[in-house]
Every structure is written in structure tokens, then in C-alpha cells.
């Protein structure tokens, strides 16, 4: 991970954005060689959802299913 001082950050900002955009590398900006802050690449996409649509509703979903099996329901 690469890391940079405050004030040469400043100076080269768009180039170190750029960078980072590029490589997907994380970039410390330090002062007085103190971490700071951290610049991170962006990731638009989400994980996936491992068991999206593969669910099929068949009929009512609410009411019990084999009501007669139920003693109480008697």
C-alpha cells in the first residue's frame, strides 16, 4: 500500500486519483507521518445474491398448508 504526505497529495490529487482508479491500489495520505486518511477505489457492483430468482411461488403462501393434518384446526 502505497502512502503519500498531505502536502504532496495536494500538489498531485488528480494524478493520485486517477492512479488508484486505475490500479484499484489504496493510497495512506499521512502528516507529520501520521495516517490521515485513506483513499480507496470505488466499487459500484454489489456481491450477488447467491439464491436471487431461483424461488417460484406456486398458489398461497399464506394459508396453511394441509389443513386437515392440524388437530387444533378440528
Known sequence: MDSLSVSKFKVTCLAVVEKVAKTKNRVII???????AELIPYEAEMAPVPLKDTVAFMGDIVSPVATEDWEALQ
Open 30 to 36: 499521512t502528516k507529520w507521518g501520521k495516517p490521515i
